[in-house]
């Protein structure tokens, strides 16, 4: 006759419980961002969010970002005068998540866009100073 021990059973299904609902299965992650006030000349810029592989990314110019922006790749408006703005970002299992800031001043080369591989897609803060310096923390 087996004997189950029931309190280690119990225990398991209190540990998925717990793990659903902290968050860690979810299926969105925020990419906080903190301008500071004279970033983009004190100016909102837009910020383009898009599912995309490493080498599309690495391949996108700034004009075909300009081009994501206007077409329906999600894109968020973010004003330096605010502290922080956070955005809600679908996490991705194949692909990454290519992450374009849209300045007035044509940026340094690659200062202007990030990366962030499907295994890293977690809350992010993204600070960016007056001079369009992006610092990924």
Request: proline residues 2%.
């Amino acid at each position: 006759m087996k004997i189950y021990n029931f309190s280690k059973i119990k225990q398991v299904l209190m540990l998925l419980v717990l793990l659903t609902i902290s968050g860690c299965a979810s299926s969105n992650f925020d990419l906080r961002i903190q301008a500071d006030k004279l970033t983009n000349s004190g100016q909102p810029f837009y910020v383009v969010v898009k599912e995309d592989s490493m080498s599309n990314y690495i391949n996108t110019s700034l004009l075909n970002a300009y081009q994501d922006y206007l077409s329906d790749s999600d894109s968020f408006l973010v004003y330096p005068s605010n502290d922080e703005q956070s955005i809600s970002i679908a996490k991705s299992k194949d692909n990454g998540i290519a992450v374009y800031f849209l300045f007035q001043k044509n940026p340094k080369i690659n200062a202007w866009k990030y990366y962030i591989n499907s295994d890293e897609q977690k809350d992010t803060l993204v600070k960016i100073t007056n001079n369009n310096v992006i610092e990924v923390l």
